[in-house]
């Protein structure tokens, strides 16, 4: 039999991985916070349609990267490629709109058939943030300050910056729609495959495209300014205003864009260049449109999505794992009365690994691998006494301590 490995595009996460991912999630929920979010835990698995309706059959991920499957009830189900659809389907299932605005964190895995590459795999975790029903050029301003700070909460804003554009309103949206056709349109045979298919059904992606031959063509194509109305310049000059009042620096990028209909007015991209290629950490926009292509009213949205993995890579420092306390007894006795003394002492909470087998040697050594603060050591005459031998694994000292003490001197030691 073969050695067991997990499936490609998928890993494993412990030790100082787990540690540094933990850390972007409960940074970035504690930030959340404080902008009135509450945390929203959608299925990792929905309808296929739930995905399928907004995103569009000719998207790339509906096409080529989604993992769908019949259940055994012969349900067609899709594992979640991204959250925002399932926060919207949430929120019409749950008769949320009387309850607007609606803001929402959520984190988790994901799922999208693609290669895998740095900071990205088939299975990877994303931080996301939502608010549904404002419509206000205000609203777009706090969401991208949201980023902005759990960035700025976990020490790497310095490395990222944001890139941000106007789409427009939809009739602001659709005359540059047509204007780009007509420009892509001459250069068609000069095109990529992909290219020459998303002219015909997202136009507005090829701008993304990262093939040299594209991109050369999408240098002297429309630019999106040229096509705005003054409703849509003046939403987008109150963002702009906004962020500077607010302290978040930006960069006007006219070639970033969101090819699904759905997505209006801003749109914005926190990059990175100490990942590579894959810089983007977190991006999104709004999507005044998605809340009714699902089948729900009329509701407008913003929102973001960050990449956990990414960002985790990005920490200066992985966080200090806690040191516990090794308790070791010696005798029957012992283990039976220290049951009661490390549930006091976790109850006080104190990180308390009970190891009850080998000898003293062995265990003295398991202790200082799992860089233990402290050894606990009771035996018969420790019992007898009431107290317990407290040895400092950093100094090497150790002294008799009152067993009844003992959460209060362990917590005076750190």
Known sequence: ?????????????????????????????????????????????????????PLGEASDIVSKEMYSFRDRGDEELTLRPEFTAGVARAFISGGMQQSTPCRFMSWGPVFRYERPQKGRYRQFHQLNAECLGPSDP???????????????????????????????????????????????SDHRDALSEDSQRRLLTNPLRILDSKIEGDQAIVVG???LSGYLNDQSRDFFRTVTNGLERAGVPFVHNERLVRGLDYYTHTAFEFITEILGAQGTVIGGGRYDGLIKKLGGPPVAGVGWAGGIERLAMMLAETPTAVRPVFFLPMGDAALLEGFKICEELRGAGITVIAD???????????????????????????????????????????????????????????
């Open 1 to 53: 039999m073969s050695k067991l490995q997990p499936v490609r595009g998928t890993h494993d996460i412990y030790g100082d991985d787990a540690r540094r991912m933990r850390h972007v999630v409960e940074t970035f929920a504690r930030v959340a916070s404080t902008y009135g979010f509450e945390e929203l835990a959608t299925p990792i698995f929905e309808f296929t349609e739930v995905f399928k309706r």
């Open 138 to 184: 205000a609203t777009d301003v706090d969401m991208i300050a949201l980023g902005y700070r759990t960035l700025m909460e976990l020490g790497v804003a310095g490395d990222v910056v944001l890139n941000l554009n106007t789409l427009g309103d939809p009739d602001s949206r659709n005359a540059y729609r047509s204007a780009l056709v007509e420009y892509f």
């Open 221 to 223: 194509a429309p630019k």
């Open 356 to 414: 009850r087998t080998g000898n003293i040697s062995k265990r003295m050594n398991r202790a200082n691998k799992a860089s233990a603060r402290a050894a606990l050591i009771l035996g018969d005459d420790e019992l007898s006494a009431g107290t317990i031998m407290v040895k400092n694994l950093d100094s090497g000292d150790q002294q008799q301590i009152s067993i009844d003490g003992l959460a209060k001197h362990l917590k005076a030691q750190g």
